[in-house]
C-alpha cells in the first residue's frame, strides 16, 4: 500500500509499504477513505515532538471501511463505514473504567512515535486500529467523509475543552485561538449553552468565520481597521 512516510525531520514522503496485518485479537484494519493532516502532526514534521522513528507511517485522523476484523471484535464488521479516535485506550483497565482513556496504559496516539505506544498512523491506504470496539465509530449514512473525520479528533478536542471549563448555560465564554480546534470551540460553547462566545485570534479569516458562526470577533472588525489605518502591517509580519 501507499503511506506517508516519517524518515526525519522535515522529511516526509510517501512510499510503498506493507500492508498492516491483524496483530491482537482486538486489531481491525481499516480501509481509509479519507484522512486529515492535523496540527499535531506538523509537530513531528517540526521536530517539536520526540519519539518519531524513520519508517513510521504518521496521520491520525481518518476515516474508512471495516476491511478485517480479529476475533474478539464484537460491535464492526467488515464492510462498515468508520471514523476512528486519534488515540487509543483498551476500555477496561481502571482508567479507562474511571473515563480517563487518555492515561490508559495500554493505549497511545496513532502516528505519533514511540512515546505514544509505537503505532502506525493512518495517512495510508489501510491502517491497523487496535481496540477497536473502542477506538471506532459507525458513520452514519448522510454524513460525508469530510465531516464525519472531524469527530475523531478535532470536534471532541474542542467539545472536551469545554465540558471540562465547567461552563453552564447562559454564560459567556471566550475562546483564544480560533484555528480548527477554536472553531469548533466555539460552536462547541454555544451547543452547550453558553449566551455570549468571544472569539480573539490576531488572523481576521478566523474571527470572521468564528462571527459568521454566531461569536463576537476580538479584535472587532472596527479596531481592526483602525489598526490597519494607523501602523499598516505590524504583527509578525501579518497584516491586521
Ligand atoms: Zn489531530
Ligand atoms: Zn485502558
Known sequence: ????????????RVETVKDPVIQEPADA???ITTAAICGSDLHLYHGTIPGMMPGAIIGHEYVGVVEEV?????????G???VGAFHVACGKCRTCRRGHYNQCRFGGVLGYGVAF?????TQAEFARIPY??????RVPDGLSDEQALFTGDILTTAYGAVVNSGLKPGENVAVIG??????????SAFALGASRVFAVDLVKERTELAAQLGAIPVPSKRWMRK???????????RTL
Open 1 to 12: 500500500m501507499k503511506a506517508v512516510i516519517f524518515h526525519d525531520v522535515g522529511d516526509v
Open 29 to 31: 484494519i481499516v480501509r
Open 70 to 78: 480479529g476475533p474478539q471484535v464484537q460491535s464492526f464488521k467488515r
Open 80 to 82: 462498515d463505514r468508520v
Open 117 to 121: 505506544g509505537n503505532l502506525d498512523g
Open 132 to 137: 477497536a470496539d473502542y477506538t471506532l465509530r
Open 178 to 187: 480560533c484555528g480548527p480546534v477554536g472553531i469548533m470551540a466555539v460552536q
Open 227 to 237: 489598526q490597519k489605518s494607523a501602523n499598516g502591517p505590524t504583527v509578525k509580519g
